[in-house]
Structure formats: structure tokens, C-alpha cells
């Protein structure tokens, strides 16, 4: 028996992003647990030093996606969402339902666009797209549970990949499977990146096959030929699947047998914690039936949940196709979605992906599986389509704009819809009536209302009237620099001061200690030291100069950020509603009337409209772009023209000359004089 490769799934990701930052981010699935995914699966891929509390961890990586220059994307079944235990989503992540008609939406995908975390010296960070094919869904138990399969390809600029050919067309089909949607930041990202790529011409060359994409769009056995042929005619095969069809014989088994004529077959039997096994009787004894192929099943050692004997198994969730000989060593895997069913194995079923890799051998090749010979007493035999039955999805899709305080439903059906009904946490939220298909109605203002005021704790609604179940309903979330902040209503001198913070860190240590206790309990919250920040001596200049660092700090961020076309991260900083964003900043200061004195407050505003006049100046396109958001701003400076006034009011008849003055200078930003 030969030795199974395994690794951690996630340490695997970053082992292939090191040295690397995420760009953009595409995700695939068929199953999708949205809590779990922000909170546990999101940082493999957002290298910074996180808090263990789930609030302040929340509100970090709510940070990092906005400083990201593309977006995160999930595109996954629209009847495969998992409620599960972690609550609800509430990062910056486009959630995208696929209706796929005839069987299920069924890839796991993972594509990465990074870039490397230094520039060279004209200041240029060289890109690359790490592609990803696995069994595991997005869910708890795929990333923490099951026994899963991945493999990794990366493609770099300048390389010649026969995966541009494959790639390309399949993320244009991807976009047009989602008619609710409008825009693919993610996807239009990694196209631009592989548009750039060299396309490989020839499958193979020095006798050894190119990595191959399957992208359902002809049969696995057709796929196989055309990819590997005589390459895989005659192996050992060997096959990891833990579904079947509901049949009394294995036709995709037959299929491939009779394709690529094996010289021995070994075929993984799943079994319940009850000794069951997973398929149809039937099915068992056909295939136990046919010559040259045998059961199998795992070593023990390698399913087990922990060292002990008593330890309970690993449920198999892997799907592998391996094909070997032994002399000469050689393996060539098709790694990823499909199971061993029909659905999976036809063009016309399932979408389903994977990876086709001819991989050389370390050693000698062998079986992974031990024949098994010991026939179940009972059978009973699981449908891979069966979390979509258990989650009643929906046609229905409803997305919340912040920055407009719309909502919107959207029918992806051919025909009317029936009148819907509402839900969540067991609050009414209004009844939709009829909609035209596949166009996007604005709902009443009521419904919307509580749409946004639910949303602050879920996004997870039920929709009745469309089945006799209640469906599950993921609300998709747009403009959400304008969502209230996750957690945190920092003073205005805490906004301050975290501007000026340099270091990941020094943010995090901040965030943990100026938290409401709220933020410090649940999960985490016992491993998080709460400790006091000592405050710097208090004199007229440390106040002043502080004030002026922190805003020099957020003009550079948000320089940086206009000039590499990131400008997701200035709506954030600038017109956002977050706990550290400008418009919250002069929230804050017009609140706070307890606190600090009015000249403090005047030179903070002064400062604001500074950095507005001079992004304004600079920036004009981006600036006339957000002309809502500029009028909003403007609002708040008349707001806070008050603090002026009483100014004017407890001093000399001249001061309001003196501030007219003062004001004329301040706002004028000096220009550097040149030596002659």
C-alpha cells in the first residue's frame, strides 16, 4: 500500500501564498455556510495577525477587504446554504447564488489572484493566479471535518498554461449562469490576468501530460480520452467517491471500465457510523460482481479523528480518480468535484470541475485502498443532492443597497412568482407581491426598513409561499462602505489615534483594548488580555501635532490607495460609515460635545475640509464620481459650522476677522520652495 499524501487544507493555502497578498478572490461551492466561511476560512487568505475574539476578528478582516484592490466573491448553490452555528455574514463578500436547472451546482473552486508582497524597484508587484480544485465545500465540516482532496496550480505572469484555454470559458459561463447579477469584479479581475497568459499549445511534452481544467462541458470519460487517452488505458484505477447513483448497477464505473480497460479496479466503500453501507444493495454486489474490482477502504489510521483506538472515523468526502503503474512509476490523478454518479459523469448534469495532473511518483506506486471483503448487513444509500433538500433554497433573490437604503427582488425563474412572505428571527418582515421574471423591483419602504434593521444581526431570511418548506434566503448586501460599523463606536480622539497607528499590531492591541466589554465575550474573548493605553502627556502641541499626523496618515492611505486604483478602500475611509471612516470621525465630533473643547474641535474640522479640498483638487474624476457622497460630507461641515460660532461668540468682536484669516492660510496648503 502506497504512503497518501495529506496535508492541513489550510496550511496548504498559505504554504502557496507565501510571500504573496491577496488581489481578488473567487470562490466555488456547492454547500455554503456564510459565518463560518467570514470567520475560519477568510484568514487563510488575509494574512494578518487576528484577535481571537470574533467581534474584534470581524472587524479586522472588515478592514483588510476593504484595503484589498479587487473584491471576494462566492458563487454557490442557491439551495446549498448551511445555517450552521457561527451566525450570520457580515463582511464585505459578494454572495451569489447559481440556479443551475438540471441537476446541481456542484464545483469547488478556489481562485486566487495575488501579487507579491514587494514591489521591485519601478514599484511594479509581480501577479499570479493560484487555482484551486477540492471536494470540500465551504462549510465546518468540509474545511475541519471530512476527509478531503484539493490540488493547487499557479499560474505566473509570463508563463504559457494550457489552463488559459480552459479557464477563460468557464468563468465567462460562470458569469452568465447568475442572471441576478449584474457586475463580476472578481472574475473580470482574473480575466484581465489571464488575458496576459501565454496559451500553451500542446497537452503534453516530454511524455509528461499538462494539467488539464475540467469544465463539465463534455462527459468525464470524453474528457479523460481527450486529455490523456492511451496515457491512461490500461492502469490500475482506483476511485475515492462517496456517492452513488440510486441503481442497481454503477454505470459511470462500467463507463470507464469499458473507456480505459483497467487491469484492476479498487472502489472506496463508504460505511455509516453504524457499519452501513452507503449505496444500494444492489449496486454493492453488481460491482462486487464485476471481474478485477474490489471494495476497498481506507487505512484506519488516516481516517481516525484522534490517536486512541476507540477515536470515531473521519466521514470520506474526497472524490479521486487515480490511474498508476508500477513499472514504470507513474500516477495521474483527476482530482475534484465529481462523484462516482451519473449526474456527476454526463455533460447534461451536474456542474462539476477538476484537475486532471500527471504527477511522478516519490516511489513505487501502490493502492491506498485494502480490499473489503466484509459485506454490510444493511444498506443505505445517500443522494449528493441531498443538503439541497435539507436546506429548502429559493428562487427568490434580495439585495439591500446601503449607500441608497434600497432593496430589491429579483425572480430567477421563467414566470410569475407567487406571493412570498418574509422572515427572520421570527420577525414579519412583509409579504412581496407577484414578481415579473428576472427583473430587479424595488420593494416598498416598509419592507426595506426592516430588511435594514434585521440585517444589523442577520442576513439570513425565510421565504414562504414558494414551497410547502420554508426556502432559505441569503441577502446579498451592496454599497457596503455604508454599513454601520460591525462593532465599534470609537471617540473622536480614538479615530485620531488609530490613523496615526502603523503596524497591524498596534491596531489590533487598540481595537482589543478600547472594545465595549460586549465585544470581549463569547468565543475568544478568554484569550484576550485587556490591558489599559497609557496616554501621552497632555499639552496644547502633543494635541495639535497629533492631529495633524493623523490626518497626514489618512490623506497618504487614501493617495495610495486613488493611485493604484483601489478605490474601494477611499469610499471606506472617506464617505463610509465605519467606526474609523471621516464621515463617522465628524459624527463624532459634533456628539461629543462633552468632551475636548470647541478648539479642538474647529481645527479637527478644519483639517477634514482640508483633505477634502486637496483629494477634490487632485482627484476631480473620483471626486465628481461620488457627487451623493461629497454632498453628504458638505452637509456635515455646515452641521458643525456651529462649533465656529460659539467660537466667535465667547471672544473679542475681532476674532471672527482673526478666523477668517486664520482659515485662509489653513486651508491653503503650503508649497515647498526649491533653492535656485
Not at 459565518?35 to 495577525?49: K, R
Not at 509581480?126 to 468540509?142: K, P
Not at 499626523?549 to 478602500?569: I, P
Amino acid at each position: 500500500m502506497s504512503a497518501i499524501p495529506h496535508a492541513v487544507l489550510s496550511e496548504h493555502f498559505q504554504e502557496r501564498m507565501k510571500g504573496r497578498r491577496l488581489r481578488s478572490a473567487v470562490f466555488l461551492t456547492y454547500q455554503f455556510e456564510p459565518a463560518f466561511f467570514e470567520q475560519e476560512i477568510l484568514p487563510v487568505f488575509v494574512d494578518i495577525p487576528l484577535s481571537h475574539a470574533v467581534p474584534i476578528r470581524l472587524v479586522q478582516l472588515e478592514d483588510a477587504l476593504h484595503a484589498l484592490p479587487g473584491e471576494v466573491a462566492v458563487y454557490y448553490d442557491a439551495n446549498g446554504l448551511v445555517a450552521g452555528d457561527a451566525g450570520s455574514a457580515k463582511l464585505d463578500v459578494r454572495r451569489i447564488p447559481v440556479q443551475h436547472r438540471i441537476g446541481i451546482f456542484h464545483p469547488k473552486n478556489v481562485f486566487l489572484l495575488v501579487e507579491t508582497d514587494e514591489s521591485n524597484n519601478e514599484g511594479y508587484r509581480a501577479q499570479t493566479l493560484i487555482v484551486a480544485s477540492l471536494s470540500a465545500n465551504l462549510t465546518r465540516t468540509g474545511w475541519w471535518e471530512n476527509v478531503e482532496v484539493c490540488h493547487v496550480e499557479k499560474i505566473a505572469e509570463g508563463d504559457k498554461s494550457l489552463l488559459k484555454s480552459q479557464l477563460v470559458p468557464f468563468l465567462r459561463g460562470l458569469r452568465r449562469k447568475t442572471a441576478a447579477v449584474d457586475e463580476h469584479r472578481a472574475i473580470s479581475d482574473i480575466l484581465g490576468f489571464l488575458g496576459e497568459v501565454t496559451p500553451r499549445v500542446h497537452r503534453s511534452s516530454s511524455g509528461q501530460i499538462h494539467t488539464h481544467f475540467y469544465t463539465g462541458t463534455e462527459s468525464i470519460p470524453d474528457f479523460l480520452e481527450e486529455a490523456a487517452g492511451d496515457d491512461l488505458r490500461g492502469k490500475y484505477l482506483e476511485i475515492i467517491s462517496p456517492y452513488f447513483d440510486d441503481a442497481t448497477s454503477c454505470k459511470p464505473l462500467l463507463n470507464l471500465i469499458e473507456r480505459f480497460e483497467p487491469k484492476e479496479v479498487r472502489v472506496l466503500l463508504p460505511r455509516s457510523g453504524s457499519d452501513e453501507g452507503l449505496c444500494r444493495r444492489e449496486l454493492y454486489e453488481a460491482v462486487r460482481a464485476l471481474p478485477n474490482v474490489r471494495w476497498g477502504y481506507l487505512p484506519k489510521d488516516f481516517v481516525r479523528l484522534g490517536r486512541s483506538e476507540e477515536a470515531g472515523e473521519r466521514s470520506v468526502h474526497a472524490k479521486v480518480y487515480r490511474f498508476f503503474t508500477q513499472n514504470p512509476k507513474r500516477e495521474i490523478y483527476f482530482i475534484g468535484s465529481a462523484n462516482l454518479t451519473s449526474a456527476a459523469h454526463q455533460s447534461s448534469g451536474n456542474v462539476e470541475t477538476g484537475f486532471l495532473v500527471d504527477w511522478p511518483p516519490a516511489a513505487r506506486p501502490d493502492f491506498w485502498l485494502i480490499p473489503d471483503d466484509r459485506r454490510p448487513k444493511e444498506f443505505h444509500r445517500r443522494k449528493e443532492d441531498e443538503a439541497s433538500a435539507a436546506s429548502g433554497g429559493t428562487q427568490l433573490n434580495v439585495r439591500y443597497h446601503w449607500d441608497r437604503s434600497v432593496a430589491e427582488a429579483f425572480w430567477d425563474a421563467p414566470g410569475e412568482s407567487p406571493t412570498l412572505r418574509l422572515e427572520a428571527r421570527g420577525i414579519e418582515v412583509g409579504t412581496i407581491p407577484p414578481l415579473s421574471p428576472r427583473t430587479w423591483t424595488e420593494l416598498p419602504a416598509d419592507i426595506t426598513a426592516r430588511i435594514a434593521e434585521l440585517l444589523a444581526e442577520t442576513s439570513m431570511f425565510l421565504v414562504h409561499g414558494e414551497a410547502p418548506a420554508p426556502g432559505l434566503l441569503l441577502i446579498q448586501e451592496e454599497g457596503m462602505s455604508h454599513k454601520p460599523s460591525l462593532l465599534l463606536q470609537l471617540s473622536a480622539a480614538d479615530i485620531l489615534r488609530y490613523w496615526s497607528l502603523l503596524t497591524p499590531e498596534q491596531r489590533t492591541a487598540f481595537l482589543e483594548a478600547r472594545a465595549p466589554e460586549i465585544a470581549l465575550t463569547g468565543q475568544g474573548a478568554d484569550l484576550v488580555i485587556r490591558s489599559k493605553i497609557a496616554l501621552e502627556q497632555d499639552t496644547l502641541f502633543d494635541r495639535f501635532a497629533g492631529f495633524f499626523h493623523a490626518f497626514g496618515c489618512l490623506e497618504r492611505a487614501v493617495r495610495s490607495a486613488l493611485d493604484t486604483h483601489n478605490e474601494k478602500q477611499v469610499d471606506y475611509r472617506l464617505f463610509g460609515k465605519k467606526y474609523d471612516s471621516l464621515g463617522h470621525l465628524l459624527d463624532r465630533v459634533a456628539a461629543e460635545t462633552d468632551k475636548g473643547d470647541d478648539v479642538d474641535r474647529y481645527v479637527i474640522v478644519l483639517c477634514a475640509r482640508q483633505l477634502c479640498q486637496e483629494i477634490a483638487k487632485q482627484y476631480p474624476e473620483y471626486w465628481s464620481r461620488h457627487a451623493a457622497d461629497v454632498k453628504g460630507l458638505g452637509q456635515r461641515f455646515e452641521d458643525l459650522a456651529e462649533i465656529r460660532q460659539r467660537l466667535i461668540e465667547r471672544n473679542t468682536e475681532r476674532f471672527e476677522a482673526f478666523l477668517e484669516w486664520f482659515e485662509r492660510w489653513f486651508l491653503r496648503r503650503a508649497e515647498p520652495v526649491l533653492e535656485a
